[in-house]
T-cell receptor, first 115, second 114 residues
Framework: AQTVTQSQPEMSVQEAETVTLSCTYD???????LFWYKQPPSRQMILVIR??????QNATENRFSVNFQKAAKSFSLKISDSQLGDAAMYFC????????????FGKGTHLIIQP | NAGVTQTPKFQVLKTGQSMTLQCAQD?????MSWYRQDPGMGLRLIHY???????DQGEVPNGYNVSRSTTEDFPLRLLSAAPSQTSVYFC?????????????FGSGTRLTVV
């Protein structure tokens, strides 16, 4: 079974600084997808960024970018110019069509933005 | 508004009671799934469906039933609620998990079993 590990239960960053959230995963599949979701206090799950495993280029969405290392099974999220609105729980998630057709989530990282 | 609608948003049950959590989407998505979120555990897959009439178990299916009679609806049934089922439940849907924006989530149902 696939597993997703987020080793940082909590991270803190100063406003306007850059922070990197870590995620590793375990899979025997070669074709899969990785996601970062944001969950603010409203508890709504919001997709931040996604990455297809077959693409070598790292995905970027405005201030959010990933460092995808397929051989190392690592998928970190970098948030540049951190803003107060970035404060939330961040979940790394995995999907492949070879298993259950749902997402496998990590346990999450609580991101605190210091003003 | 297009999206995933979950009802109710909050519910308190007594041990042994049954109830159904409703989930509806109006985006004509084939894929739908249910997750539970517990403190420190992330989200865990309960059941999923790849189309009307097709359902399967996820990681934590015990104590829950699902059915998918229409594309739009995917209700989750608790047959005999237990305190261990106290959690926040999310329903999600998508056209295809690996394409486009992936899964869209509902706003969740907070369930307390006393």
């Amino acid at each position: 079974a696939q597993t997703v590990t987020q080793s940082q239960p909590e991270m803190s960053v100063q406003e306007a600084e850059t922070v990197t959230l870590s995620c590793t995963y375990d899979t025997s599949e070669s074709d899969y997808y990785l996601f970062w979701y944001k969950q603010p206090p409203s508890r709504q799950m919001i997709l931040v960024i996604r990455q297809e495993a077959y693409k070598q280029q790292n995905a970027t969405e405005n201030r959010f970018s990933v460092n995808f290392q397929k051989a190392a099974k690592s998928f970190s999220l970098k948030i540049s110019d951190s803003q107060l609105g970035d404060a939330a729980m961040y979940f790394c998630a995995y999907y492949s069509g070879g298993g259950a057709d749902g997402l496998t989530f990590g346990k999450g990282t609580h991101l605190i933005i210091q003003p | 508004n297009a999206g995933v609608t979950q009802t109710p948003k909050f519910q308190v049950l007594k041990t042994g009671q049954s109830m159904t959590l409703q989930c509806a989407q109006d985006m004509n998505h084939e894929y739908m799934s249910w997750y539970r979120q517990d403190p420190g555990m992330g989200l865990r897959l309960i059941h999923y469906s790849v189309g009307a009439g097709i359902t399967d178990q996820g990681e934590v299916p015990n104590g829950y039933n699902v059915s998918r009679s229409t594309t739009e609806d995917f209700p989750l049934r608790l047959l005999s609620a237990a305190p261990s089922q106290t959690s926040v439940y999310f329903c999600a849907s998508c056209y295809s998990p690996g394409q486009g924006k992936g899964y869209t989530f509902g706003s969740g149902t907070r369930l307390t079993v006393v």
